[in-house]
């Protein structure tokens, strides 16, 4: 199982990137699929989860701007972040729960004044 993630980049404050991952090698659909983030420093926090069902979870830091969304059949989550700051700055780490816990190579994301 991999976790194939793209997206991310460099943008100024106010800002809009999107972040994809897909699992690839297994046809076995995932329970959650989500996103984290690691910052400098800082302890790995949640961005956001979604379920099969499709019930979502945000962290407080990105609620209202972020959306995350999900294609259950593919096995891919997006990542629409809107309204972006400074301390978005971080390292974005895709996730998925099959049973086991996956995780992707990590995009960076950076956030200019």
């Known amino acids: 199982v991999q976790l194939q993630a793209s997206g991310g980049g460099l943008v100024q404050a106010g800002g809009s990137l999107g972040l994809s991952c897909t699992v690839l090698?297994?046809?076995?659909?995932?329970?959650?699929m989500g996103w984290y983030r690691k910052a400098p420093g800082k302890q790995r926090e949640l961005v956001a989860t979604?379920?099969?069902?499709?019930?979502?979870i945000y962290g407080n830091s990105v609620k209202g701007r972020f959306t995350i969304s999900r294609d259950a059949a593919k096995n891919t989550v997006d990542l629409q972040m809107n309204s972006l700051k400074v301390e978005d700055t971080a390292v974005y780490y895709c996730?998925?729960?099959?049973?086991?816990?996956?995780w992707g190579q990590g995009t960076q994301v950076t956030v200019s004044s």
């Open positions: 090698g297994t046809d076995v659909r995932v329970v959650v």
């Open positions: 996730y998925a729960n099959l049973a086991l816990d996956y």
């Open positions: 979604v379920s099969r069902g499709g019930t979502t």
